[in-house]
């Protein structure tokens, strides 16, 4: 059954140009990482959103099914870029610096940083583990490459080092001064290199063979982090 528009808006335009449910998701994104998800209302939220409070329950069934559609946003595309990376006729270690170097350019290019809520408590509650279930997916192909790269067994503490070097940026960017050098998400993909104990690879030769696979995929880096698609 197709859903009806809704209930009228408070604002006669919508913010995001796209629609309700598009303009919640874009308040609500912007107040629960500047104010945190617990003190962040669904009414703070729709009045951001131009909406009625109600509308907001018209397109999600609750607060928490906002933050999940969020957060399910931010990791979907990286998993799916992994995945697609992972069987591709290329050198491990430049998988892994193509997989670096593409989820730490989304997380940078995500004009809200909606990665800051990966640190939110409430993502241990009930509901959320379709996000748990897809980091995860998303970390195990880090680690399968960090192992084929580095010809050792990789732990997944050691995984969970690598991808964190790539979540790093989003602490980065919650800082005073959160602009990041142009080149962080090559920097952060030539550490990974050098963490998985293949400092030789850390070459033109490598970030040139990477960035071709990576144009060479139907939905390469330039694909931003889309909280629709989830």
Same mark, same amino acid.
């Given at each position: 059954?197709?859903?009806?528009?809704?209930?009228?808006?408070?604002?006669? @335009?919508?913010?995001?140009?796209? &629609?309700?449910?598009? #303009?919640?998701?874009?308040?609500?994104?912007?107040?629960?990482? $500047?104010?945190?998800?617990?003190?962040?209302?669904?009414?703070?939220?729709?009045?951001?959103? &131009?909406?009625?409070?109600?509308?907001?329950?018209?397109?999600?069934?609750s607060k928490e099914d906002v933050l999940l559609r969020l957060v399910l946003g931010t990791v979907l595309p990286s998993r799916r870029l992994a995945e697609r990376l992972l069987p591709a006729d290329a050198p491990a270690h430049v998988k892994l610096w193509a997989l670096c170097f593409a989820d730490t350019r989304l997380l940078v290019e995500d004009p809200q940083n909606l990665g800051a809520l990966y640190f939110a408590p409430e993502l241990g509650d009930e509901g959320f583990e379709e996000f748990h279930e897809n980091r995860d997916a998303l970390e195990r192909v880090y680690g399968t490459l960090l192992e084929h790269t580095s010809g050792h067994p990789a732990t997944p503490f050691d995984a969970a080092v690598v991808m964190g070097?790539?979540?790093?940026?989003?602490?980065?960017?919650?800082?005073?001064?959160? $602009?990041?050098? &142009? #080149?962080?998400? #090559? $920097?952060?993909?030539d550490a990974a290199l050098r963490v998985a104990g293949a400092p030789?690879?850390? @070459?033109?030769?490598?970030r040139r063979r990477a960035l071709e696979l990576l144009a060479g995929l139907e939905e390469g880096p330039d694909r931003p982090r889309d909280t629709a698609s989830a």
């Open positions: 059954m197709t859903k009806s528009r809704g209930r009228p808006r408070k604002s006669p @335009t919508s913010p995001t140009g796209r &629609g309700a449910e598009q #303009d919640v998701l874009h308040a609500a994104g912007e107040l629960f990482v $500047r104010h945190g998800f617990a003190r962040t209302s669904t009414r703070a939220v729709a009045e951001a959103a &131009g909406l009625q409070q109600a509308s907001v329950y018209h397109w999600f069934r070097l790539v979540e790093n940026v989003i602490l980065q960017r919650q800082r005073t001064a959160p $602009r990041l050098p &142009g #080149d962080a998400a #090559d $920097r952060i993909a030789e690879h850390v @070459t033109e030769q490598t």
